[in-house]
Structure formats: C-alpha cells, structure tokens
C-alpha cells in the first residue's frame, strides 16, 4: 500500500491547477493548498491562506508544517522565488515550479527546443525591476519565469524542477477567452490577424499537464523539463477545429507585418522537444487526437 505524501500545492484554485489536486487527493496524499483565500481547496485538503509575497504572511501560516513535495502553480517573479527558496529550506523534500513555454521567447528554431537552449543557472537576475507593477510583469512573463527558474537553481535549497508548460487547451473552464476569438470571429466572418510568417507551436490538453504534474510530484528528476502533446498545430488547423462548431462561419486570415495578432499566432515557432520527459517515463498524447475534443469543451458544444 502507498505511503501517503504530504503535498503542498501554492496557488491551484482554477484550470488544470484544481485538476492536478483532485489528482493527488485521488493518489491518496495529503493535500494542502495555500492561497490568498480567493478560493476553498476541494473536500479533503486542508487550506491555508496567505500572501505569497508577504514573507511573514507564509511563515506564519505554514507554521511548523514540512512536505514531501510543494508544487507552485503561481510563481513568475525571481522575487517570488526568493522567497520560496528561503522559506522552504528545510521544509520540504523537492520543490516543482510549474514554468512557461514562454522562457524559450528568443529562440528561434525550426527544430523542436530541447530544454538546454535556457539554462537557467546562466540566466541573469534582476530582483530591483519592478515586478510587482502588473503591468509590467504582463510585458515580461516570460523573463519573469526564466528569472525564477534560475533563482531556484542557482543556489538550490532543495531538490528543483521547472516544469515548462506548453500551450494549454480543452476544459469548460478555459478562462483565457483564446478559443472563443477564433469561434467569435469565425462567426461573425471577421478577419483573424496572423504574422506574415505564422509559425506552429506546441500545446498540451487541460488534463494531460494535470496529469504529468501529479506524476512529477512522485518523480526525483531535477532540472527543466518540457511538458507537450506530440505534434505541431498551426492557427489554421486550429481554426480548421473551431470552425467545425461555427458551420455558419466564415475563416478569414489577414497577414500582418506589423502590430497585434490573434491568439496561438506565432512569428517564431514555438515547439518543444518533449524527449526528456519521454525518458522520464511519461507518455504523452498525440495534439490531433484529442484537439477536436478539446474545443468541442471549451466552445460548449460536446459533439
């Protein structure tokens, strides 16, 4: 019989966050979830509320508590992470960040990205820019995320991996509102804005990356690793999918040298090499299978 775990999970109130702790509760860990007290955890985790940010709030609130693991679903600033690292020194047995697709934003690269093209132990940190500005944390989600990374590795206090997230889709609780762009104007035939060079990227369904992070919780692999669904879905394709739920729709695509594009319109490719975690002793599903399925949720129209 399994031996329970303790695990924490920061943030994990909505979208493949609430996924994954269903998941563990099911695996039979002991489950604690630590928010701003935005949302209660399911039946059977115990809840603690505080602010991530406020050093003293955390403390106090985890009080004597150890874990297992800790999984954080809600850190993107190097000053987050710094405060995790001096926090949880000693309190837990191995620490999972859930990252971004996004830390790869500067490569370029018609080969799927291994997760060695971002060290993060070689990534510089800035802990003075103004990342509590949510303005600004917006423009850089990215770099905060790959400043975090490198945070925890740099001086690890304990065993680290950074789970790097490819695009997430499917789900009837998909809060992004990217689906439903393509299905509004598909609907109304107005035109979808995409880069002149519109490059494909990688993506992950909802309850596939809830399943690898649960996964993960029981792993001891440490380092970066990449989290995606076999193959590459250009916007057409994917808007192929959505117009299947639109059938009075029009598609139109307007090339744009310049300015804002439609959601998962890319002038860079955004692939990722899921080989490691293959390795690792994950299996992932293939995008074109469970792509219809996906916005069949999202769009609320379950064929």
């Known amino acids: ?11 994990g109130s909505r979208y493949f966050g609430k996924r994954l702790i269903a998941r563990l509760l099911a695996d039979g860990d002991r489950v604690t979830v630590l928010n ?5 955890p399911p039946p059977g985790a115990v809840h603690l509320v505080a602010d991530r940010d406020d050093e003293s709030s955390l403390n106090r609130a985890l009080g004597p508590r150890t874990f297992d693991v800790v999984i954080d679903q809600v850190c993107y600033t190097p000053r987050q992470a710094a405060i995790a690292r001096r926090i949880f020194a000693g309190r837990t047995r191995r620490y999972v960040m859930t990252s971004t697709v996004e830390v790869y934003e500067y490569e370029d690269s018609i080969a799927l990205v291994r997760e060695d093209a971002v060290d993060p132990t070689t990534v510089s940190v800035d802990l003075e820019l103004p990342w509590d500005d949510p303005a600004f944390l917006d423009s850089r989600y990215g770099e905060g995320k790959r400043q975090a990374e490198s945070v925890f590795s740099e001086h690890p206090s304990f065993p680290f991996t950074a789970i790097r997230v490819a695009h997430v889709l499917g789900g009837d609780d998909d809060f ?3 689906l439903a762009h393509y299905a509004d104007r598909i609907r109304a035939g107005e035109p979808i804005a995409v880069p002149v060079d519109n490059q494909p990227a990688t993506y992950i369904h909802v309850e596939e990356i809830a ?8 792993q001891d692999f440490t380092g970066p690793v990449n989290a995606a669904s076999r193959g590459l879905l250009g916007t057409e394709e994917l808007c192929r999918a959505v117009a299947a739920h639109v059938p009075e729709g029009k598609t139109v695509f307007q090339p744009v040298e310049l300015g804002e594009v439609s959601p998962f319109s890319f002038a860079r490719s955004y692939g990722m090499d899921n080989a490691r975690a293959t390795r690792l002793g994950f299996t992932f599903g293939d995008v074109r299978q469970w792509l219809p399925r996906a916005v069949a949720e999202t769009l609320g129209n379950e064929a």
Do not use: N, Q
């Not at 019989?1 to 943030?11: A, D």
């Not at 701003?36 to 209660?40: E, V």
């Open 1 to 11: 019989m399994k031996t329970p775990r303790e695990v924490l999970v920061i943030g």
């Open 36 to 40: 701003r007290g935005s949302s209660a």
């Open 176 to 178: 992004t509102g990217r």
């Open 211 to 218: 399943d690898f992070l649960a996964w993960t919780a029981g």
